[in-house]
């Protein structure tokens, strides 16, 4: 079997887990993003202030993907919300039956959730082929990161629904062309999203909430009305 | 075939080619470092800073591994030395044969170099386990993406004999603990060295030139004490 035949079947597997999933989350009514960026990004720190601001009106939870260490599933649950760390044993990736493992030995305090938050291990390049059964792909990048980026890893910035650019608040202090930006993830997605936040000052933020409450009340609208047509 | 079999006889023919490039860059004199970081660590900014400075009483070169464009081997060439952009076809590391390949095709502009640079792609995880022939590699780390990283990333920073931490001019404006930084890379890696630079200011870099200069001499003796120790 060559190198492409077992990736071929790798992924294949990974989308037969990811089907399952993808049925689960609509049965549950959970809406499920998939994060996914260069390390220190600022994935964790999003997610943070994300769990801070609604968990009060919304049920929410995270899976953490890392090589090594514990850290960020312990960054969300010190932010108020369950959620589980997932090594990869040196995969650049998480796949979905990780996300299956980890629910299922989780059980009830990552089940029924509104909201499941993945954050996919620090990487451009390895998570962009791997369904997990999410509604979207979210891909952040940091504007300490250069300006060239979405047309350098193209993959995950055509298949990312929303891209969040992070620490706006470093702004004044690089050199970083939104606009130039934003035109790169235009041409290599039109339907993209492009938000401008910073974690750390709130700007944006209300974006962000926004998009998660809106998207997870048209998941479930969506899903009333499937239920609504099939027949009795 | 399996999955791991596969990686293993990759990584086998890999190792056979770096061994050859090893053999002619001792034979050249050639210094070869292999840089590796997440996507906008400041790679290329920190080769372009060197090319400037160094091209007068060293003759450079520099290979640079991307996903897509050609931008990076561009700006090499714009700050005034040879150089040749290798796109992975969507693989998130370089390998040895595509540097062969690379050096062959540029033939006496990339031949009998002082110093080669190797800039892989933006990655933290994938390039570590690929040999590209070099004598060190270095890791690069900028302040802005946070200083929990040498433990979440363990396995390059217990690889490269260098690391180099960029963009210390932003040091006022983020929350990075230099010294707990420094003590997880003692960890992994007792006898790396660790610079702490700002391109853009010019910060810490003549250390990093010295670096470079040191390393090369020490080649040079070595290859020539070891030339002498061989019977004729």
Redesign the interface.
């Known amino acids: 079997?060559?190198?492409v035949n077992?990736r071929e079947k790798?992924l294949a597997a990974n989308a037969s887990a990811a089907r399952g999933l993808r049925a689960s989350f609509r049965d549950s009514g959970t809406l499920v993003v998939n994060l996914i960026s260069?390390?220190?990004?600022g994935k964790t720190t999003l997610l943070e202030a994300t769990a801070r601001e609604l968990r009060t009106r919304l049920r929410l939870g995270g899976l953490d993907g890392?090589?090594?260490?514990d850290?960020d599933a312990q960054r969300l649950r010190d932010a108020g919300i369950p959620a589980r760390q997932i090594l990869t044993g040196?995969a650049?990736h998480l796949d979905a039956r990780q996300i299956e493992a980890a629910l299922a030995e989780e059980g009830e305090r990552l089940a029924g959730l509104d909201v499941l938050l993945i954050e996919n291990?620090?990487?451009?390049?390895?998570p962009t082929s791997y369904d997990l059964g999410e509604d979207f792909k979210v891909a952040l990048?940091?504007v300490?990161?250069?300006d060239?980026?979405p047309?350098?890893?193209?993959?995950i910035f055509a298949r990312a629904a929303v891209t969040v650019l992070t620490?706006a608040?470093?702004l004044p202090?690089?050199d970083f062309d939104l606009d130039a930006v934003a035109s790169q993830i235009a041409a290599l997605n039109p339907s993209a999203r492009v938000l401008v936040v910073s974690a750390r000052t709130g700007e944006g933020m209300d974006a962000w909430y926004a998009l998660l409450e809106e998207s997870l009340a048209e998941k479930r609208t969506a899903v009333a009305v499937a239920a609504a047509a099939v027949p009795a």
Chains 1, 2 share one sequence.
Request: glycine share 10%; hydrophobic share 35%.
């Open positions: 079997m060559t190198e077992v790798v260069s390390p220190g990004s890392d090589i090594a260490t850290r040196g650049c291990v620090g990487n451009l390049i390895c990048l940091s300490t990161e250069g060239d980026k047309f350098k890893y193209p993959a620490k608040d470093l202090h690089v």
